[in-house]
């Protein structure tokens, strides 16, 4: 039996449905949950009547105007939570204490954001942390990516990969 369960996350397309499909297509044998942290809900849309048979989330961003969506969602995933938001509403480019006092107030030992278009790994104060920066356009000098969380049975593990055109 295999414990063992990969989180992809992406964040930031901004109407690009072709750089939405690329995460998809490079992930899709090896993610088991996709959730996209905001600003590309109308892609998400799309995403999900092409490929009908994958989990893919969303959470809305700032620039997912009149949605329905949640702020945050709550993954359970691998025995753990893990806290996934667009970031805005916690002030995530401020820094990063509104996102882990959420993630710790909700039981959870990761948490994924976007909204700054920036790549970022880090673990503080117990809790993962994930930026997979914009999967179309990213504003720290790199090329477009997503990211991934591991949950095993012998701890979580975060990456970076990025896209290819």
Do not use: Q
Request: proline share 4%.
């Amino acid at each position: 039996m295999n414990n063992n369960v990969r989180i992809i996350a992406v964040s930031d397309s901004h109407g690009d449905r072709m750089a939405l499909k690329r995460v998809i297509e490079a992930a899709k044998d090896s993610g088991d949950i996709f959730i996209h942290l905001g600003d590309g809900e109308r892609e998400v849309e799309v995403m999900r009547s092409l490929y009908p048979d994958i989990d893919l989330r969303h959470v809305a961003g700032n620039c997912d105007y009149g949605s329905v969506s949640p702020d945050f969602d709550i993954i359970y995933a691998g025995g753990v939570k893990v806290f996934a938001c667009h970031g805005h509403r916690l002030s995530i480019k401020y820094g990063r204490d509104n996102l882990l006092m959420a993630a710790r107030d909700n039981g959870c030992a990761a948490a994924l954001f976007g909204h700054t278009h920036c790549r970022f790994e880090g673990y503080e104060y117990g809790i993962h942390l994930l930026n997979p920066g914009s999967c179309s356009c990213p504003r720290d000098g790199n090329k477009p990516s997503y990211g991934f969380l591991d949950i095993t049975p012998n701890g979580i593990a975060t990456g970076i990969v990025e896209l290819g055109h």
